[in-house]
């Protein structure tokens, strides 16, 4: 069973997938967040995302095996009742 997605609040209007998998720890370094996204071990809103510079904007969910992340722009409401 997948973990319950976690809140990643962007700093600024983008992160990059390889960046965001960096830096939610998901990915030790460029480098393996690179070789996980190659691999096809990534999705990006339910769909595999081979792209490591897709540009990710608030409101798409991440998930690498059974971690999922959610993008959510800062000062933005989250809706807690969304199907995650």
Do not use: C, W, Y
């Not at 700093?11 to 460029?30: E, F, N, Y």
């Not at 769909?47 to 991440?62: C, N």
């Amino acid at each position: 069973m997948a973990e319950p997605a976690v809140d990643f609040v962007l700093r600024g209007d983008v992160i990059t997938l390889d960046a965001l998998l960096k830096a939610t720890g998901l990915a030790p370094s460029g480098g393996a967040a690179k070789t996980m996204i190659a691999n096809g071990e990534v999705q990006v809103d339910g769909s595999v995302e081979l792209r490591r510079g897709r540009k990710l904007r608030g409101g798409e969910q991440v998930a690498v095996s059974q971690h999922r992340i959610r993008t959510v722009v800062a000062g933005a409401q989250v809706d807690e009742t969304a199907p995650e």
